[in-house]
């Protein structure tokens, strides 16, 4: 369980802050994603990068913005968010872009 | 456009039997892949199995192993001798294969599986 890492495991924040997630890989992937889980509904994917560039960006919201400065590590920064953006973010990497998906342990998010 | 549905939202099951849940999912392609993720109370989501569509044979992982019906559109995942530790909510996903384009990775909504000691 210790290939892909995220920090911190729990963030509560306000409207008006702004802060940042990480996400590391330790498993010499070179793709690696960003995930929103909502209670009830379906893992929504929110970033794709393979090889440090951004492949894949469903429609989300300018309020996040990802960063992939080299294939091991990736962030997703975060302002004016809203208390809708509260849920799980899971970070995961793969051996090529669509390879089997390796999870990281989640961030849980609360915006107050 | 692909979608994966889980018709199971909640399941139970006795310590050592047997458990199958369900997934279905639509798409026109035909080079794809399928999986089943474990995420546990914990929260680590862990790959159960994979298969890959252009292969006939069902995939297995000791306890864990599929019933893939490729015309029927169906992926279920038999879990025999369930044990405690296999509590966890369950996640099929599907993945375009490379071939096909751009990338598309979708999940279903989820089974919760409970095992009872």
């Known amino acids: 369980e210790t290939g892909v890492t995220q920090t911190p495991r729990h963030l509560v924040m306000g409207m008006t802050n702004k802060k940042s997630l990480k996400c590391e890989q330790h498993?010499?992937?070179?793709?690696m994603y960003w995930y929103k889980q909502s209670a009830k509904k379906p893992l929504e994917l929110m970033f794709v990068?393979?090889?440090?560039?951004?492949?894949e960006n469903n429609s989300v919201p300018s309020r996040f913005s990802p960063e992939c400065p080299n294939s091991s590590h990736l962030f997703l920064h975060l302002h004016t968010l809203q208390p809708e953006d509260s849920a799980l973010y899971l970070c995961?990497?793969?051996?090529?872009?669509?390879?089997?998906?390796?999870f990281g342990p989640g961030t849980r998010l609360t915006v107050l | 456009a692909q979608t994966v549905t889980q018709s199971q939202p909640e399941m139970s099951v006795q310590e050592a039997e047997t458990v199958t849940l369900s997934c279905t999912y639509d798409?026109?392609?035909?080079?794809?892949?399928l999986f089943w993720y474990k995420q546990p109370p914990s929260r680590q989501m862990i790959l159960v199995i994979r298969?890959?569509?252009?292969?006939?044979q069902n995939a297995t992982e000791n306890r864990f192993s599929v019933n893939f019906q490729k015309a029927a559109k169906s992926f279920s995942l038999k879990i025999s001798d369930s044990q405690l530790g296999d509590t966890a909510m369950y996640f099929c996903?599907?993945?375009?294969?490379?071939?096909?384009?751009?990338?598309?990775?979708?999940f279903g909504t989820g089974t919760r599986l409970k095992v009872l000691a």
């Open positions: 990068y393979s090889l440090e560039e951004r492949v």
């Open positions: 498993l010499g992937h070179n793709a």
């Open positions: 996903a599907f993945m375009r294969g490379a071939t096909s384009g751009t990338y598309k990775y979708i």
């Open positions: 298969q890959e569509a252009y292969k006939q």
């Open positions: 995961a990497s793969s051996q090529g872009e669509g390879g089997t998906q390796y």
């Open positions: 798409t026109s392609e035909n080079n794809y892949y």
